[in-house]
Structures are given as C-alpha cells and as structure tokens.
C-alpha cells in the first residue's frame, strides 16, 4: 500500500469564510499516483472545519448565519473567553460542522456523489492555520 501526505496552509482574510479546497485536494490524489483507496482531509485547528456538501453561495451563507445563532461571536459567557481568548464561539461552529472528511478514491478520482465538493469553514481567521491531506492505497 501507499500512502501520500500534504499539509495546506490557508489564511482567510475573514474571521469566518467557507472555501471550496476540491481542486487542491485532486490534485494531491494526482500527485499521489494512488488509484484505488481513501482520501481524509482534517483540519488541524480546532477553531476550523472541514466538509462536504454543495458549492453553492447561498448555502454557504447559510451555513455561517446558522452557526452564528447557534453559536454567537458576540455572546457573553463563554467560560473558554474567561482564559483571556475571544474564540469560544469558533470551538462551538467547528463541532458543529465537523473536524474531517474520508472520501473514497476510484479509478484514481475522488467518489464523489453528484453535488460534493470539500470545503474548510473557518471560524477564528486572519491567521494561517492547516489543513492534512493523507491518501492511502494502491
């Protein structure tokens, strides 16, 4: 078996953004050479996300009013904010949307279902943070 390791460094100018990383993921599995096996992509922040779902900016906005109300930046109380940060809110938006994505490769693609793309969702940015790509296969 082989195995393909990347670490991606993304800086949103945003505190929060959604950015569609898809087509720097393929292009690790074609660096990779692998064909057959599994692709993970986890953020390596825990004040950022990844996941799948539809390249659409509407949703996209959707997503970052949704944990906004779930999870206000602005709300006091926040026992994480007592330690003299200002992200307890950012912890909450990435349990929320989830640490990692494991996509199946086949025939040396991403598989895909008709609409997926990844995404990292950014809750605390303006600082770089990273991304693991690791593929593992034939």
């Given amino acids: 078996m082989k195995s393909h390791t990347a670490y991606l460094t993304l800086n949103t ?4 953004a959604i950015v ?9 599995l074609a ?15 825990i004040t950022s996300s990844v996941f799948i779902n ?3 900016p509407g949703l996209h906005k959707d997503f970052l009013e949704w944990v906004e109300k779930l999870a206000p930046y602005a709300a006091h109380g926040y026992s994480h904010n007592l330690t003299g940060e200002d992200n307890g ?15 199946a490769v086949t025939d040396g693609a991403l598989d895909f279902g008709p609409w997926e793309r ?10 770089a943070k990273r991304v693991l790509v690791k593929i593992i296969g034939e």
Avoid: P, Q, W
């Fill in 89 to 103: 809110d950012a912890h909450l938006k990435r349990t929320l949307m989830g640490r990692e994505v494991v996509v």
């Fill in 13 to 16: 100018s945003e505190r929060c």
């Fill in 20 to 28: 569609n990383i898809t087509s720097t993921i393929e292009a690790e």
């Fill in 118 to 127: 990844i995404f990292y969702g950014e809750f605390d940015g303006r600082r």
């Fill in 54 to 56: 539809d390249n659409e």
């Fill in 31 to 45: 660096k990779s050479g692998i064909k057959e096996g599994l692709c993970l992509v986890n953020s390596m922040h």
